[in-house]
């Protein structure tokens, strides 16, 4: 069983950077980080696959960066340039398999979630 926490700030002023941490309890698999506006579907963001390669939404990639700390077990989020329309339930996932994926229902193990404003 895979357990994931997200932490970080619950509150961010626009035009600056979010920054997310998942701690995991292994970092033998792939991670995504994947949104939720309100009322709105869920939104892959980007992944760090098994062997530290990246990749990003293309609607993100200029803003989004994604790393990793295997030694502590954790990865984080960086967003830059926050506006409102960033405000969402932000969710760390993990999938087991071969391959990294860009689907949100690829993902086997999900964190609980954690709610992020943009507000001045």
């Known amino acids: 069983q895979v357990q994931l926490q997200e932490s970080g700030p619950g509150l961010v002023k626009p035009s600056q950077t979010l920054s997310l941490s998942c701690t995991v309890t292994t970092s033998s698999y792939h991670w995504s980080w994947i949104r939720q506006p309100p009322g709105k579907g869920l939104e892959w963001m980007g992944v760090?696959?098994?062997?530290?390669?990246?990749y990003y939404s293309p609607s993100l990639k200029s803003r989004t960066s994604t790393s990793r700390d295997t030694s502590k077990n954790q990865f984080s989020l960086q967003l830059s340039s926050v506006t409102p329309e960033d405000t969402a339930v932000y969710y760390c996932a993990a999938r087991i398999s071969p391959r990294a994926s860009t689907v949100v229902d690829e993902y086997n193990y999900w964190g609980q979630g954690t709610q992020v404003t943009v507000s001045s």
């Open positions: 760090i696959a098994y062997d530290g390669s990246t």
